[in-house]
């Protein structure tokens, strides 16, 4: 059986491409490519196949054998002649998964490291948490290019690479492009039409919004507030931190590391790719900051989205004096979600600090009986690690 591996790298649209085959996985077995199915969240972002082949073992993840096999075996019990796996989590483990499929054909692609190095700026943002603006880098980070040609050496014509880049796309789709690859350029009749950005990154107000609360214990709540962000669409959507110097140094390094990996590996779109980069204009360069009505307008739109997820929100603010205040970030959320609509009742309070000092005492109280309704025990102390400070909460009324 024919294997062909997808290894990202991230960053590259992995993404979109597994929603959409998640989505025609019928399809592709009626042309006798099997791929596997996985789990995706609300915003169709999975760890793809990865765990069709891998298992969890002491806080890592190992090899398994006996789920390759498996999934072979339901690959050949219906009738296909590939197997198709996909995860950018295979782009750091891929020598581990040569050892087990030799012949496996792979595919990559490869992405402008300038356009890159920004991108892993605002994901550090949207999910890791990052607090600090964006760093010059003298020079671009370009170890999955230089991963990227150590592949190329070692497997030769069965490493696959691709321009990451809408121009260079086949019928300036991703899908169609990934597409071509798997099957060889052969005329396969899909229906793809233009897809549905997944995991699209932020305009520039929920950027900085989202950098903002980076600042403070979010708990839970971290995961939705990037849902809601990710939907906010009225805001800047050009935009680059990096100045017009630097993005022309940036563009030089770019294609010097492009030109070079196309010296260790067949990368046929290589001079489409640094045209692209060569003639590529400087964005509208912006600082990073946002203005009280830019402010407002994004808290205004997650209150009509989720009234709950901003009280919330509000409430982590509120209770964590020791963070420095953020004008205008703080300032307007003042305004849209005043402290006394965010906080328990003093009687409330004093209740919740007293349980959660010591648990085994009840009260009559629903909200102590039951942890789900305890929200300002169970969301300050258990998520953010705030014990119950009785100066945050006497500074957050009278803030009001």
Sequence with gaps: MKTIIHIGPPKTGTSAIQKWLKDHADCLMSNGVYYPEHQQDSNGISSGNFLSVFSAHNGDYVYSPQKLQDTIAKAQAANCHTLLLSSEFFFSRLPTLLKAIPDAQCIAYVRNPAQLHESHYNQSVKRHGNTAVIKRAE???????????EYG????????????????????????????????????????KAPERVNPGYC???????????YYELGQYAGRLDRVLQAYDKGIKQFTFVGKHQFNDYKRQSIRWIERLAEQVPFEQAGELVDVIKNQPHQDFF???????????????????????????????????????????VAALFEVIPPRSALPTIVQYVKDAIYCRYPTLTFNSSTTKNTDLNNFRSNVSNLLQVRFSLMAYIKALLAS
């Excluded at 020079?139 to 040609?149: A, D, E, I, S, V």
């Excluded at 520039?204 to 980076?214: G, H």
């Excluded at 600082?287 to 982590?316: G, M, P, T, W, Y």
């Design 204 to 214: 520039l107000e929920a950027l900085e919004i989202k950098r903002c609360f980076n």
């Design 153 to 192: 050496q070692q497997l030769g014509k069965k490493l696959t690479l691709r321009a990451y880049h809408d121009v260079l796309f086949v019928n300036k789709s991703i899908v169609c492009d990934f597409l071509s690859v798997v099957f060889n350029n052969n005329d396969i009749d899909f229906d793809v």
């Design 287 to 329: 600082k990073q900051e946002v203005s009280k009505a830019q402010c407002l307008d994004v808290f205004n739109f997650i209150l009509k989205k989720d009234k709950d997820l901003l009280q919330r929100l509000a409430l982590c603010v509120y209770a964590q004096p020791n963070v420095e205040d953020r004008f205008p970030f």
């Design 139 to 149: 020079t671009l980070p370009m170890h999955t290019l230089k991963r990227l040609g």
